[in-house]
């Protein structure tokens, strides 16, 4: 008998409260026919990045949801669960044929502005593994465990939404410190809050540039409600 669907606590900033970011997630098959599933938070398909001939990546709407962030005393890493339900389709008979084929198959999770989605360096990225499957009626429950977990402070960081993960200036921030802010005496050392993200987007509007700030503000996977 199929079991239930947990109850799952909502992201806060999905996208259909509102947010201007969009979520999408790719679990690799361990096959070749199809290497992946792609699924979005979004409420249409999304076409975002490319496959190796350059054809645009299709991602299928699905309702998300997030479940609770655990960790143990038992050494284990942390995880979390995401359910899958709407348009699993091949998902869903692949996991029916063989619950086990999935466990251990890589399962990221992407984030990036409706604005950039022509841009796949935009995205912020979380790379996690499938450690457990739970099939139910038109839903499929991950849990997901990864050791980037273990790279910011358990709770604040992992479980706080105002506090961005980047690193200043690299390529997924995208801000040009040697162009806009050569020697810090502007702005100073990012405090990664979504205000000096914004001044940071003023500025590079003042100088002339396009605006990447406040869109490149990533406080993921600090997506949970407490």
Known sequence: MPEQIPQFIVPKNMRAQGSPFIWLFWLATGSTIPSAYRFTAN?????????SSGNPLEWTPGNITFGEFEITSDG????????IGGGLG?????ILNDPDLLI???FDIY???EDQLGDPSAKSSFEGTVTNIHAAVDAVVFTISSEDLLDVPVPNSVLDPLRCQRQYGDRGCGF???????DLTSLGACPKTRPACRLRGDLEVANGAVRLHPKRFFAFPGMLVR
Request: no cysteine; aromatic share 8%.
């Open 76 to 83: 284990s890493l942390p995880s979390f669960d995401i359910g």
């Open 111 to 113: 984030r990036v502005h």
């Open 176 to 182: 040009q410190i040697a162009v806009h802010d050569p």
């Open 104 to 106: 251990g198959q890589d």
């Open 90 to 94: 091949g998902l869903m008979q692949t």
């Open 43 to 51: 409420n249409t398909a999304v076409f975002f990045d490319a496959d």
